[in-house]
């Protein structure tokens, strides 16, 4: 069955913080996923990835990470994995969900 | 209480010096992270899924009040004020900073605490019984081994590049509370002929392939432990496979070229390199002198007898969580980190404090971290028992559920851990609140639930009663079950009772479980794990799957 392509975006780990951050329009990084750049186009995709990775890192493991568009436009996790990193634990109300509240 | 020579003090800051200074090189991008990665994971520094993870070993578990402390310091300037004991004897804080590792690892080494070979392709943090130098049926306290292995093995050039992570552990009883046959080297004291020895087994573990260790040499003499410990990992070191990471466990060179060949090459180098191990006795002897046991002062047990006979809270807890002492006036306690619905593991610091300070006045110093995430009071005089829980109670540690269904191991998964593929906490934590509002599991009595996040079985589900194991199925959490699995002496791998189930199932299927057990055992005294062998799976599976044994059955 050929997966179905999700738009992505650029994720990785703060270096200092080690927080999820995700990359924006403007080629920074936010810990929001709500600030992030959300890319339907798989080669823009790969492009963006390439660059990210290009740049002095201050930030660790960047990869892609699948999304759908969230009725408000901002980008809605697909995999649960990447709706634990865009949030936090669940067995307390730490990381990002803290600042959300 | 075993004291850091000078020596170990002096490496220690060396160490933290360096790693100090690549963490500088690191932030300042004079290291990539490819550089570094393997850097920080020998000082015990992973990133996780939000945040950086800190791993601190507490070597053979064994803690004094002034580490206690000093690990509740650090939950509280550097982390979130708590810490995580895990089945490795080991605390893990989730929340430091990059920059601040530096500094959590100096504050470490004033009490002689440290990180080194938490990670990394290693040997381990070596593991003990956690009941060491208490227990009634110990033979010898095994900590000075396993003391002289650390030494062996820290920094050992030949070492530090293995295959793959090697763990060692260590236990003096016959009655195995260190899950011996679950590590690369599992090593149980035993006695022939007058004489103390180890009975040594080889390439047992879990993760992907589990595997239950198997015996190399049934009778040791003590004094042969490093040599015979070198004949194995150079054995290992160059027969282990490097080409496969799932393949280079030492469980895997043992079960692809059979445990004789691997004997004889054992044995082999063991004469070879023997007369090079002169020395480790004297090491040993100062070792020993190290770990003086302390001197228990006779009590009455009065005071006991008496909370006992007119408390039933006391007593309740007094049932679960006090283990027998070599001296008849002493007692073990057991303070469960598993109070129901709390993450199994996690202490504040204000309980680490507690726990710390009632190891000073009522413990001799002497605290303990066991595999199975709880902490360990070894020595405490039975008339000072009652004051004890009432701290604890006070501390909301006083639960008594050691042993039983809500004492679950569960590894950090997918709420922290970048490797998992589902939860572990919130299953453990539901599974506890749910036996508690039906009062079952003190019916149901002793019981083993052991959850883990993925594959890689740091919960240690194999070896569960009942173990869970959750999977991502096409992006869903799915939790498989196993039944049967041992981790003492009769260890024992559990099988899978067949399709998993979904977060929101794996709970009522855990207590449909529990419920078959109490209909269908023999008798109060028929644990859960007894039943399971003498009934084989049909009626779990029966209860598991009801309406698939609707479908079969019509
Ligand atoms: C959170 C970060 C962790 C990571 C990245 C991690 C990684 C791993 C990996 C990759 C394995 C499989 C090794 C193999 O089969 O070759 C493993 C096994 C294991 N880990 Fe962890 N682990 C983590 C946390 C823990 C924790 C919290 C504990 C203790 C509760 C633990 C204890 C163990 C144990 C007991 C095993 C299995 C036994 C064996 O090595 O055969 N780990 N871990
Ligand atoms: S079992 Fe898997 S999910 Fe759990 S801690 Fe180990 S690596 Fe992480």
């Known amino acids: ?101 | 209480m075993y004291t850091y020579s000078e020596f170990d003090t002096a490496f220690l800051a060396e160490r933290n010096r360096q790693f100090r200074a690549q963490v500088a090189r690191r932030i300042s991008g004079n290291l990539t992270e490819d550089e570094f990665k393997p850097l920080r994971l020998m000082n015990g520094l992973y990133l996780q899924l939000h945040a950086y993870m800190l791993r601190v070993a507490i070597p053979y578990g064994s803690l004094n009040s002034a580490q206690m402390d000093k690990l509740a310091e650090l939950a509280d300037r550097w982390d979130k004020g708590y810490g995580h004991f895990t089945t490795r004897q080991n605390i893990q804080y989730n929340w430091p900073k990059l920059n601040d590792i530096p500094d959590m690892l100096d504050a470490l080494a004033k009490v002689g605490l440290h990180a080194i070979q938490t990670s990394g392709n290693t040997i381990r943090n070596v593991t003990a019984d956690h009941f060491a130098g208490a227990a009634a049926d110990e033979l010898a306290d095994p900590r000075p081994y396993a003391e002289l292995l650390r030494q062996w093995s820290t920094d050992h050039p030949e070492f530090q590049f293995l295959p793959r992570k090697f763990k060692i552990a260590v236990s003096g009883s016959p009655n195995d509370r260190a899950v011996t046959k679950a590590h690369d080297i599992g090593l149980r004291m035993r006695r022939k002929e007058g004489e103390l020895g180890f009975e040594v087994i080889v390439g047992g573990g879990l993760g992907r392939t589990p595997m239950i260790g198997k015996v190399i040499r049934d009778f040791l003499p003590l004094s042969d432990l490093l040599p015979y410990a070198e004949a194995i990992v150079h054995v290992y070191n160059r027969l282990g496979r490097r080409d496969n990471k799932y393949k280079a466990r030492i469980k895997i060179m043992v079960h692809e070229h059979g445990i004789e060949d691997v004997r004889a090459l054992v044995e082999e180098a063991f004469t070879r390199i023997k007369p090079e191990f002169a020395g480790a006795d004297t090491l040993l002897a100062q070792i020993k002198t190290r770990f003086r046991a302390p001197d228990l002062r006779p009590r009455e047990t009065q005071a006991f007898d008496t909370a006992y006979r007119r408390d039933p809270v006391f007593r309740a807890w007094a049932d679960t969580n006090l283990a027998p002492h070599r001296k008849a006036d002493h007692a073990i306690v057991t303070v469960s980190i598993k109070a129901h619905g709390q993450t199994p593991g996690d202490a504040t610091s204000a309980q680490m404090r507690v726990l710390a300070d009632l190891a000073r006045k009522y413990g001799y110093d002497e605290l303990r971290i066991s595999h199975e995430q709880n902490v360990i009071l070894p020595h405490v005089a039975k008339t000072d028992l009652p004051a004890v829980h009432a701290a604890l109670l006070a501390a909301g540690l006083g639960t008594a559920n050691v042993g039983l269904a809500s004492d679950i191991i569960a590894c950090p998964g997918m709420d922290y851990c970048a490797l998992a593929t589902a939860r572990s906490i919130p299953v453990a934590q539901d599974i506890a609140t749910r036996v508690e509002a039906l009062r079952l599991e003190h019916a149901v009595g002793p019981l083993k639930i052991k959850i883990s996040g993925c594959i890689n079985a740091c919960g240690h589900h194999h070896v569960g009663h009942i173990g869970i194991l959750g999977l991502d199925r096409g992006g869903v959490e799915t939790y498989q079950i196993t039944l049967g699995g041992d981790a003492t002496e009769a260890a024992a791998i559990g099988q899978r009772t067949g399709p998993g189930f979904s977060y929101e199932e794996i709970v009522p299927a855990i207590e449909r479980l529990l419920k078959a057990y109490l209909d269908l055992r023999e008798s109060e005294d028929e644990l859960f794990i007894d039943a399971v062998q003498r009934v084989g799976h049909a009626p779990f599976k029966a209860a598991l799957y009801p309406t698939e044994a609707h479908a079969d059955a019509a």
């Open chain 1, 1 to 101: 069955m050929p997966r179905k392509h999700h738009p992505k975006v650029v994720t990785a780990n703060d270096l200092l913080e080690g927080d999820v951050v995700y990359r924006t329009a403007a080629g920074s990084w936010s810990s929001d996923l709500r600030a992030a750049v959300l890319i339907e186009d798989p080669e823009q995709a790969s492009t963006e990835l390439a660059l990210a990775q290009s740049e002095p890192a201050m930030v660790v493991g960047i990869y892609l990470a699948d999304m759908e568009r969230g009725p408000d436009g901002t980008p809605q996790p697909v995999h649960f994995r990447e709706a634990f990193r865009a949030t936090g634990p669940s067995n307390y109300a730490h990381g990002k969900q803290a600042g959300l509240r």
